[in-house]
């Protein structure tokens, strides 16, 4: 049996569809930061401010990758 959440291997599926939809990177480093993979959070968080700078999603994904990075957990509610 795979270690990894099914949620996330769904969630991965639609980046490889989709890589340059920060929304999707957003939630796919939340579900990595709930598991406890701290480090696939922050990598997914940086994809998602890359692949969109200037998207209100991509300044979130900037924004929480800044958050982790100081210590912060992701937020439960969004």
């Given at each position: 049996m795979s270690s990894?959440?099914?949620?996330?291997?769904?969630?991965?599926?639609?980046?490889?569809l989709g890589p340059n939809v920060p929304q999707a990177w957003y939630e796919m480093g939340?579900?990595?930061g709930f598991a406890g993979r701290r480090g696939?959070?922050?990598?997914a968080w940086?994809?998602?401010s890359e692949s969109?700078?200037?998207?209100?999603?991509?300044?979130?994904?900037?924004e929480m990758l800044l958050v982790v990075e100081h210590g912060?957990?992701?937020p439960r509610n969004g």
């Open positions: 990894t959440p099914p949620r996330t291997n769904g969630r991965r599926k639609a980046l490889v939340r579900t990595y696939n959070a922050q990598r940086k994809s998602g969109d700078k200037f998207s209100p999603w991509g300044k979130r994904c900037a912060g957990e992701p």
